[in-house]
């Protein structure tokens, strides 16, 4: 069983900074894709930043620029460096991580993590 754990989200202003932290545990053999989406209420979740096992990333249009997404594969984890934010990225962030294991691959979520921006 894997497990995905989302924390740093909050209330920021805009124009300030955020980092998102997320760590998978369990039993994992190798993680391809780790990324992270958002959920703004009405909507569906969409990426915000992704990237690979081999370095490859990939952002959503308006995260380029202002966001940056980088892992730790040694601890199994994923951050996302959010900077220049504003009200439109409010939003529940979500991690997910393509993991193999011993019953195969399968992508797994964590809980969310809230960011609000507003003054």
């Known amino acids: 069983q894997v497990h995905v754990v989302e924390s740093g989200g909050g209330l920021v202003q805009p124009g300030g900074s955020l980092r998102l932290s997320c760590a998978a545990s369990?039993?994992?053999?190798?993680?391809?894709?780790m990324g992270w989406y958002r959920q703004a209420p009405g909507n569906q979740r969409d990426l915000v930043a992704a990237m690979t096992s081999g370095g490859s990333t990939n952002y959503e249009d308006s995260a380029k620029g202002r966001f940056t997404i980088s892992r730790d594969d040694a601890k199994n984890a994923v951050y996302l460096q959010m900077n220049g934010l504003k009200p439109e990225d409010t939003a529940v962030y979500y991690c997910?991580?393509?993991?193999?294991?011993?019953?195969?691959?399968?992508?797994?979520w964590g809980q969310g993590t809230q960011v609000t921006v507003s003054s």
């Open positions: 369990g039993s994992i053999s190798h993680i391809y894709v």
């Open positions: 997910s991580a393509d993991v193999y294991t011993a019953r195969g691959r399968e992508v797994y």
